[in-house]
Each structure stands twice: as structure tokens, then as C-alpha cells.
């Protein structure tokens, strides 16, 4: 049975769609690799995140947030790497790094590496995964030397639809995608237009396309898409352009956070792209929000997932 609009617009306003990869990550995970030979796909991803960290690391200065995240991916993927502990493969050498730029490629190129695993891995690793391709995505923005990478593409309703067990999660992301363009509009009030008139109204266009393409699909299932509310309740009042600017990035992630769950809810690949696409695209245009705001680190090392 479907669930009630009522029901999802009980669960925390701003904060929904947070729950569902939370509860996505701590599912109990298979006890072994089924015996599985082959060289772990995480492997490289997790080869090039810890030497990404340690030249960032001896390069300093500027390089310091990208360090932090890059150390903060490779101790996610080794966790998953060591638990299924499938065949050692050796990681080729990392050219060396003598400033920032040197890391723009390697980005992208860990960035490409994730976003095409998402499709291909069990629920609980292409989470993981969508969770890295994002980060290094929203790295890219965080020093014009590094990117600032492709943006997202737009999402589109996969060819078959929406399948039966992702309604629940593609409901959440549609209340989460209300949300936004609430906010969105709220904030119009204490940003001003000749400042971030562009912004806003990118964002709201974004949001407004995946809120269409989410109704249109969870109608075609014969489910009851979610309503707007009239109002939400922000997790801080807004007084200023510095908060309105924090609200804006909260409103992202929570974005974010609903669509790595559909993401850890389905084994539809077509599914699981377009939700990759919408969470890259949610972590990206929170990156500029969270450093207008104030807030430390600019990027997220893992968008979608618990602090």
C-alpha cells in the first residue's frame, strides 16, 4: 500500500528524505564476496583517493580541504574494500603534484570512474560510490584551478518507468524537491537580485524539472505523488543574506540526502542514473551556497550521507 501524502509531509519538513539513506546505509550487508575471485572495482577508487590525500596533504595551503575530503572517501571505500577483501590488485604510481591545478584531472577522472560503477554495484556499494562521484564533483568548485567540471545532466523518467519498489523513495525525493523551491523562493526576500538573481533562478529551475519528471513518474506507477506543503520550517530562522544563503545549502543536501536514497533503494540502472544525476547536481550547486554562507568545509566529502 501506498503510503499518504499526509504521512510524508509529517517527516521533518527540511529534513526529509535524510532518513532514507540513512537507514539505506546501516542495512545489513552480505557476509562474503560469494566467492568472488576478481579484483574489487572499489580498488582503484580507493587507490586514488588516498594518494589524492597524501599530495594534497604535502602540498598544503589551499590544497588542505581537498586533502581532508579525499581522505575522508578513502576511509569509506576501504571499510567496504577490506570487509568483501577480494583480490589485492596493485595501484599504478600517481603523477606527482606541484600545485593545485595538478589535481583538476585526477578529480574528473576519479569523478567518471564512480559515475560509471553506480549502475553495476550492489545497492548498499553504488551508494557509496554515487556518494564519492559527487564529492569529487563538488571539489571541482571549490577552487577555480580545479574546475569547475561538468555540471550534472538534466534527469529524464527512465524508458521503463518507475519500478514498484522505488515509489517509497521517489516519494521522499519529491517532498524533498517540494522543499527546495520553497525555499528558494523564501530567500528571494533576503538575497539581492543583482547579486544572485542567476543563481536562484537556476536552482529553481532545477528543482522544478525534477519535480515534474518525479510527479510524472510516481503518477505512471498509479500512486499519489506527495503535496507541497504551505510552508516549512527552516532548522534556523533567516534574518540575512549570510543565512538565507545557509538555507539555501541545507535545502541542497536534504535534496541530496533523497536522492542517494533512491539510488540504495533500486537495482533499476536507468533508475540509478537518473538519481545519480540529480544528487550530483543537488552537491554541486550547494557548494557555492555553503561557502557564501560561511561554512566550514565549502565542499562535502560525501554528499547525501550522515555528517
Not at 43 to 68: I, T
Not at 204 to 212: F, V
Amino acid at each position: 500500500m501506498t503510503a499518504s501524502p499526509t504521512e510524508y509531509s509529517r517527516r521533518g519538513l527540511l529534513r526529509l528524505g535524510a532518513l532514507s539513506a540513512v537507514a539505506a546505509t546501516a542495512l545489513p550487508l552480505a557476509a562474503c564476496s560469494g566467492g568472488d575471485e576478481s579484483p574489487d572495482p572499489l580498488a582503484p577508487l580507493l587507490a586514488a583517493a588516498d594518494a589524492d590525500a597524501a599530495a594534497a596533504r604535502k602540498l598544503g595551503g589551499a590544497a588542505a580541504e581537498l586533502a581532508e575530503a579525499r581522505a575522508a572517501q578513502a576511509a569509506a571505500l576501504k571499510t567496504e574494500v577490506d570487509r568483501l577483501n577480494r583480490p589485492k590488485q596493485e595501484a599504478p604510481a600517481a603523477p606527482a603534484v606541484a600545485e593545485l591545478a595538478d589535481f583538476r584531472n585526477r578529480l574528473a577522472a576519479a569523478r567518471s570512474q564512480a559515475e560509471h560503477l553506480v549502475p553495476t554495484l550492489p545497492a548498499y556499494r553504488a551508494g557509496l560510490v554515487a556518494a564519492v562521484a559527487a564529492g569529487c564533483a563538488t571539489l571541482q568548485r571549490i577552487d577555480p584551478s580545479l574546475g569547475p567540471g561538468d555540471d550534472a545532466k538534466p534527469i529524464s523518467a527512465p524508458s521503463g518507468g518507475a519500478p514498484g519498489g522505488a515509489v517509497d523513495s521517489l516519494q521522499k525525493a519529491l517532498a524533498a524537491e517540494h522543499a527546495a523551491l520553497w525555499v528558494y523562493g523564501l530567500v528571494t526576500a533576503f538575497l539581492p537580485a543583482g547579486d544572485y538573481g542567476g543563481a536562484l533562478r537556476a536552482g529553481h529551475a532545477e528543482h522544478t524539472a525534477r519535480r515534474d519528471t518525479l510527479t510524472q513518474m510516481i503518477s505512471s506507477a498509479k500512486a499519489t505523488p506527495v503535496a507541497t506543503e504551505a510552508a516549512y520550517v527552516p532548522p534556523k530562522p533567516v534574518t540575512d543574506a549570510a543565512s538565507a544563503a545557509a538555507l539555501v545549502a541545507s535545502s541542497e543536501a536534504d535534496s541530496a540526502a533523497a536522492w542517494l536514497g533512491v539510488i540504495t533503494h533500486t537495482d533499476d540502472s536507468g533508475l540509478r542514473t537518473m538519481a545519480l544525476q540529480a544528487l550530483i547536481a543537488a552537491a554541486r550547486r550547494g557548494t557555492p551556497w555553503r561557502k557564501e554562507a560561511g561554512e566550514k568545509p565549502t565542499a562535502v566529502a560525501m554528499p547525501g550521507q550522515p555528517a
